[in-house]
């Protein structure tokens, strides 16, 4: 099968979907195929007609390129289909449901982005005068209030990008403080159930991890704690809620034991919209936490736009908190933006996360939905989100199997794989097999702790309507796995885009170039 440019279509290459008819395109309907940008366009071709350069001496030298440098050539029309055709295979929140538990993946509220666009905040650049972004500044200024009453903490950092460089920008202002201290203390407790980024983080900091068990009901116990913690102990990094969905009972204690044998708690907060407006992280006693505000306060995330950590500070840590800062001067705002710039001798930055002062974009979304909810609302966003869970958890317990028993869950529910026992259906082929039905699939195998993991999270944005379709879906799904139908599951995704990709080669042999006459 060729394509308009007398091209093998990628269609070819791929098995057929159930039920098809052959095409001669290989488009099915409006389903686009879509080949690479390299295929579609010539090599030899330019979309725009450039004047011919004059003639001069090139001042490259060793510089100078010798051979193409093998960019598609396309015209602008060819260029906006390809992009468009390809952003239409993108499964996203505002196509449907997407209940990736851990990510929170709620609904982006279009006031956020009207606000965003607003010229004085869309329009402005990091290298203004600080006398001509005060309005900026002052968003700033209430974006941190808001961030601190909520967690109850009186210091935060903005700058950080995502909540795993927030883990970095708080574990560099603990390393700080146990320098300035003079401790060498060089080992970080992480349980096992945590999410990637926290041994990631302490490891790239130089510290050695040491990990803690879980519970027999998925939390950590004081007593875990207590029997790996010592003098060389630097810090603990726990989540609450905990990456099985639940609220470590524990914390309050925990906290005191990690801060009477002189370490600090990092609390990995990425899920604060479980906590928000009902429970303050100050009052269980942590030392550092980031929000994200792609998680808990709405702000696009994945390929929707660029992600926000902000780190609020224990007292403790404060003075180490990065720079730049926000300082108030009478009426007007002062960004610190240097160590030269600091009047307090007891503010002792560990340096700076970014260039300039973080993600704009996002702290004007993130306060929109601050401002348009209110302290209610935010108290209803984070009750709501509980109960969906929750309504998710009670209308599945009975047929799928939770790890830690029928207890209440937080934002998200943990599913284990037993209900699967005897199928030969995997948590993966389960998970496929739901993206035929026009879902999401749930994070799976995630986290580590619990055998064949699926972890649901709706978010409170979710209607109760879409709540029983899915539960139908899964329902039903649940019952042909146990009624022996093996290989629907094996052949899962028929209906999408493409098959099931050689995960294990595509790992193992990634092609990360493209070349003439490649195989797809
Ligand atoms: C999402 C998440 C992170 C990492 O946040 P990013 O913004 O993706 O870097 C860390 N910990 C937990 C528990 C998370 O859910």
Redesign the pocket.
């Known amino acids: 099968m060729l394509n308009n440019q007398g091209r093998p279509t990628v269609a070819e290459k791929t098995d057929s979907p159930v039920g098809s008819i052959e095409t001669f395109t290989g488009n099915r309907g409006l389903q686009i195929e879509e080949p690479l940008l390299f295929e579609v366009g010539s090599l030899d071709n330019c979309g725009v007609d450039l004047a011919e350069m004059p003639k001069h001496k090139n001042r490259l030298g060793v510089m100078a390129r010798d051979s193409d440098i093998g960019l598609a050539g396309l015209s602008e029309p060819e260029t906006m289909r390809h992009y468009v055709r390809l952003s239409q295979k993108n499964y996203s929140i505002d196509t449907g449901f997407y209940p990736l538990g851990?990510?929170?993946m709620k609904h982006n509220p279009r006031l956020n982005e009207k606000m965003a666009r607003l010229p004085g905040f869309g329009n402005i650049h990091p290298l203004q005068p600080q006398k001509t972004v005060q309005g900026a500044f002052e968003l700033m200024g209430d974006l941190s209030h808001w961030l601190m009453r909520l967690t109850g903490t009186n210091a935060v950092a903005l700058s950080p990008k995502?909540?795993?460089?927030?883990?970095l920008c708080g574990m560099m202002a603990i390393k700080a403080a146990h320098k300035a201290a003079g401790s060498k203390r060089n080992i970080v407790l992480v349980p096992d159930s945590?999410?990637g980024?926290?041994p990631a983080t302490a490891a790239l900091i130089g510290y050695k991890v040491r990990s803690i068990p879980a519970s027999d009901d998925g939390s950590v116990s004081v007593e875990s704690v207590l029997e790996v913690l010592d003098d060389d102990v630097a810090a603990l990094m726990l989540?609450n809620p905990n990456?099985g969905g639940v609220f470590e009972k524990d914390i309050k204690k925990i906290a005191d034991a990690i801060h009477k044998a002189g370490a600090y708690f990092y609390c990995?907060g990425?899920?604060l919209n479980a906590l928000m407006g009902r429970a303050r992280p100050g009052d269980f006693g942590i030392d550092a936490m980031?929000i994200?505000l792609?998680?808990t306060f709405s702000t696009p995330?994945g390929g929707g736009g660029p992600?926000a950590?902000p780190v609020v500070f224990s007292d403790a840590l404060a003075p180490y908190a990065p720079l730049p800062y926000l300082r108030r001067d009478g009426d007007s705002w002062h960004m610190v933006e240097t160590r030269e710039g600091i009047e307090d001798d007891s503010h002792v930055p560990f340096g700076r996360m970014v260039a300039f002062h973080g993600q704009m974009g996002m702290f004007v979304r993130a306060l929109t939905y601050m401002m348009s909810h209110g302290s209610d609302g935010l108290r209803q966003a984070c009750t709501d989100a509980v109960l969906n869970a929750n309504y998710l958890r009670a209308s599945l317990q009975d047929i799928m199997s939770l790890p830690f028993g029928e207890r209440k869950c937080m934002h998200e529910v943990l599913f284990d794989d037993s209900f699967l026992k005897g199928t030969d259906v995997t948590t993966l082929d389960f998970a496929k097999a739901i993206i035929d039905e026009g879902f999401h699939p749930m994070t799976i195998y995630f986290p580590l702790v619990v055998q064949g993991a699926m972890l649901m999270e709706p978010t409170e944005t979710e209607s109760r309507e879409a709540l029983d379709q899915f539960i139908g879906t899964v329902r039903n799904l649940v019952s042909r796995a146990k009624a022996g139908d093996v290989d629907y599951f094996k052949n899962a995704p028929v209906l999408a885009p493409r098959r099931r990709m050689d995960e294990t080669k595509a790992a193992r042999k990634p092609v990360l170039r493209w070349s003439e006459g490649m195989e797809g």
Do not use: F, Q
Request: glycine share 16%.
């Open positions: 851990s990510c929170t995502a909540g795993a460089h927030g883990e945590a999410h980024t926290n989540t990456t990995d990425a899920n980031h994200n792609h998680k995330h992600g950590g």
